[in-house]
C-alpha cells in the first residue's frame, strides 16, 4: 500500500532542474483548501504563518496549539502535508514523531538553532538520527541549516552540517537564507535534496531556484503575509 509518505518521497525524486517541487505555505484549513484546490501536490505548513494566524509572534506559538493547526490543515485536504516545528519544542523524539503523525503530517522541518544560536551539529545530528528511527519511513524529515541565519556566511559550515544531518538520516536539507549564489556550490557539496526558500514575487523564480540548485522551494510565511497585506488593502479601500 501506497502511503503519503511514500507519495511525499517520491516527489522529490527525478526532479529537472528547471521543475523543483514547489511546496506553498497553508496557515490554515481554507488557505490549504484553496492550495490543494489550485494543484499544488503536497502543502508546507509554516510556523511563522500559522503563528501569525493564531495571534503569537514567530517562534512562541505553544506546542499544542501548532500541532492542532497542522491537524486542522491535515483533514482539509488530500495531499500529502510536511510542517514546520521549529526545534521541535524541546519535545523527546518519540513523542515529537507521534504527535506529528496524530497530527496527519507526512513530513517536518527541524531547525539546528535555538534562541538565535546554532546548536552543536553533531549532538543535533544525534537529535535526528533519534527522530528517524522513531519515524522509520512514516515522516520526511527536511534538516533546516541555519549557518546562513546566525552570520556564518561561509557555505563550507553550512555543507559541514548537510553531511551530518544526511548520515543521520535526513532526506532533505534546508540551508535558509542561502545567497543564491552559492546555490550551486551547496548542490554540488549536498548529498541530498536542496529545499531553498523564495519569496513571493520577488527574486529568481522557483524554475530558476531549481536550475541553480534547488530540489524543492517553499514560501516560508510569504503567502500569509500577502494575505494579511491584502486584507488591509480592502478594509482601507472599504472605509
Not at 86 to 109: F, H, S, T, W
Not at 166 to 195: K, Q
Amino acid at each position: 500500500m501506497v502511503t503519503k509518505a511514500d507519495t511525499f518521497r517520491a516527489l522529490h525524486r527525478g526532479r529537472l532542474p528547471d521543475d523543483p517541487l514547489v511546496l506553498p505555505g497553508p496557515w490554515d484549513a481554507a488557505s490549504a483548501r484553496a492550495l490543494a484546490d489550485a494543484g499544488f501536490p503536497a502543502l508546507a505548513v509554516p510556523s511563522a504563518g500559522v503563528a501569525a494566524s493564531l495571534g503569537h509572534a514567530d517562534g512562541e506559538t505553544p506546542p499544542e496549539e501548532m500541532f492542532a493547526a497542522v491537524a486542522r490543515i491535515a483533514r482539509a485536504v488530500d495531499v500529502p502535508v510536511s510542517a514546520d516545528v521549529e526545534d521541535g519544542y524541546g519535545l523527546p523524539p518519540k513523542e515529537l514523531v507521534e504527535r506529528l503523525l496524530e497530527a496527519g503530517a507526512v513530513g517536518c522541518n527541524l531547525e539546528d538553532s535555538d534562541g538565535g544560536v546554532l546548536k552543536d551539529a553533531h549532538a543535533h545530528a544525534d537529535w535526528l538520527a533519534e527522530v528517524r528511527s522513531a519515524a522509520a519511513d512514516q515522516l520526511f524529515v527536511n534538516a533546516r541549516i541555519d549557518t546562513f541565519l546566525r552570520g556564518e556566511s561561509d557555505p563550507a559550515r553550512a555543507m559541514e552540517r548537510a553531511a551530518l544531518y544526511v548520515a543521520a538520516g535526513a532526506d532533505c536539507v534546508y540551508p535558509i537564507g542561502a545567497p543564491v549564489a552559492v546555490l550551486p556550490l551547496l548542490r554540488s557539496g549536498i548529498r541530498a535534496p536542496v529545499n531553498v526558500l523564495a519569496r513571493i514575487d520577488e527574486g529568481p523564480s522557483p524554475a530558476e531556484l531549481g536550475e541553480l540548485g534547488a530540489t524543492r522551494v517553499t514560501f516560508g510565511p510569504g503567502l500569509q503575509r500577502r494575505a494579511t497585506a491584502a486584507v488591509a488593502e480592502i478594509a482601507a479601500r472599504m472605509r
